[in-house]
């Protein structure tokens, strides 16, 4: 009788250490799902942040800091495509600008149609003039450069002019400084 007490209380100890074990790893593999997530968001890959954060919520279903990861990724998403067509814009190099008194709307559709052209139809800046007392739409321009980067040259544009751009997903909407 002895013996089998023994056993028992060993085996019970051993279930509960298997318990305790496999709860620790489960804490363990959560945390490192969760890091993986956070890699991924500061890496600007929203999606693969998701997937870690969902695998955390299998392991950890009450984990209150995936809850709130998962529910930025939307926001994440649209800034990581805000980003990278920034970061298209900035790579396209212009051959050559010659504004000569030029309106900010006539610049804006001529840098337009010169970003596409130098990025091979795979960009086009989709300029949005937000400018309804006309306050800068009307403002000439003259600019004459030869291989400047497009972000520059709109840059030197709107600095002329008296304009700021904002850069979404969509487009570049350009509207008065300080509006």
Known sequence: ???????????????????AQSKKEKELSAAAWYQKGMT???????????????????IKPGYTPAKFQLARIPELNARAKVARRKALFENVMIPEINFNKATLEEALEALNVLILKASDKKLAANFVLRDPKVKV???????????????????????????????DEHAIVIKPLGE
């Open 1 to 19: 009788m002895k013996k089998m007490t023994a056993s028992i209380a060993i085996g019970l100890a051993l279930t509960c250490a298997g318990v």
């Open 137 to 167: 739409s009307k403002q000439e321009v003259t600019l004459k450069m030869k291989n400047i980067p497009a972000s520059v040259a709109l840059r030197y544009v709107l600095d002329g002019t008296g304009a700021i751009a904002k850069f």
């Open 40 to 58: 991924a968001l500061k890496a600007g890959d929203p999606m693969a942040a998701k997937t870690a954060f969902e695998n955390v919520l299998k």
